[in-house]
């Protein structure tokens, strides 16, 4: 994905002017490109150069100095017990205002700011380079989730499955760590007055990816189906994007909602708005007694087990149902009339306000 030739272009000539060790890596800890050998070599360097990526112990100890998010080299002092750890400037690849990667320099001493600053106009072609391929990325990701056959091929995108698409919304005030998501994992946000951040990973990471998003930006994640060949990806997507809107109105059903545990919400959810929203009016009358009607119907009609979920004596649940009845014109002891009704209370879910839906908390 990444244009090494540049990169390792920018990498020899600060090497270079800089008579230092150098490596770039991707906000990740990636190994993009790195330079010769100069001086003394840690561990640390070592260990990136031959498995490609950062361990998790050296990436959390330097992300604590808040590399993430300046704008200015970082100096991080070497740690003898940390595997022999030397001194290292960290230059943050920022590009319009966002981390892309890291440029980091083993420090003998010699890196002063003047001679940082000599190899500015580097640096920020190497982050322009990193912004550039992050915005391609993000556009053949969200063609390859194309209803559009033609822009699905036009992508390109060379994936192994099996694997399932996640769409989580984007909170305005909050970001998603999405550099912290597993190698392998594709992820860009979207644009829109209700943006979308659009994932594709190997399924059996997907539960955990999302709930990783959905916790990063606070909001709310759907997981599509998994599907053996990746140019069904799209598929998939669709789902992510149903099982989204569920997870956002049922409560139960969220924060994060996995489509292929969603029952009958699966079928709702596909139907046209107008649909549900004439479905979900067949129990529109029941007002405040919709709680106690969901939950009887979710308990197959057990009256012991409803009263005592309700936390209501049995004669006070019968009172209540048969006033649903009178209220609806649906007879309960009639099953064809309990499915109609039990469909019109998921259905209203679907329309209510987004995580308002709890029949156990509306049981009056």
């Excluded at 943050?92 to 205002?97: A, F």
């Excluded at 010699?110 to 190497?126: G, Q, S």
């Amino acid at each position: 994905m990444h244009n090494n030739d540049a990169m390792q272009e920018i990498v020899d000539e600060i090497a270079r002017l800089l008579d230092a060790s150098v490596t770039i890596e991707d906000r990740s800890f990636h190994l993009l490109a790195y330079g010769a050998q100069s001086g003394d070599i840690d561990a640390v360097r070592q260990e990136s150069i031959l498995r490609r990526r950062a361990s998790d112990e050296v990436r959390a100890h330097f992300e604590a100095y808040g590399i993430a998010t300046s704008t200015v080299p970082v100096r991080i002092p070497g740690i003898p017990g940390l595997r022999g750890m030397l001194d290292r400037v960290c230059v943050p690849l920022r590009h319009g205002g966002v981390t892309y990667g890291y440029l980091w320099l083993l420090d003998s001493g010699a890196l002063t700011d003047v001679r940082l600053a000599a190899v500015a106009p580097l640096v920020e072609r190497a982050a322009a380079v990193l912004a550039r391929e992050a915005r391609t990325g993000r556009a053949r990701l969200w063609d390859f989730f194309s209803t559009d056959p033609a822009a699905r091929a036009a992508a390109a995108l060379q994936v192994t499955g099996p694997v399932a698409a996640i769409a989580v919304r984007t909170a305005p005030d909050r970001a998603g760590a999405l550099w912290r998501l597993p190698r392998g994992v594709l992820a860009e946000p979207g644009d829109g007055p209700e943006p979308l951040t659009a994932v594709l990973a190997p399924a059996s990471q997907a539960p955990a990816v999302a709930r990783t998003l959905q916790t990063a930006y606070g909001t709310a994640a759907g997981v599509g189906g998994a599907r053996e060949d990746s140019g069904d990806a799209w598929e998939s997507w669709a789902e992510a994007v149903l099982a989204l809107r569920v997870a956002e109105h049922v409560r139960e059903a969220g924060p994060v909602a996995d489509w292929a545990g969603l029952g009958v919400y699966r079928f709702l959810a596909r139907l046209p708005r107008s649909e549900i929203a004439e479905l979900a009016a067949e129990s529109a009358s029941l007002g405040d007694l919709a709680g106690t009607v969901e939950t009887y119907l979710d308990r197959a009609g057990q009256v012991q087990e409803t009263a005592a979920a309700l936390g209501v004596h049995r004669q006070t649940l019968y009172y209540r149902l048969g006033r649903a009845g009178q209220l609806t014109g649906l007879d309960l002891a009639d099953g064809r009339d309990r499915l109609l009704l039990h469909l019109s209370l998921k259905a209203a879910a679907l329309i209510g306000e987004p995580g308002r839906h709890a029949p156990s908390r509306r049981t009056s």
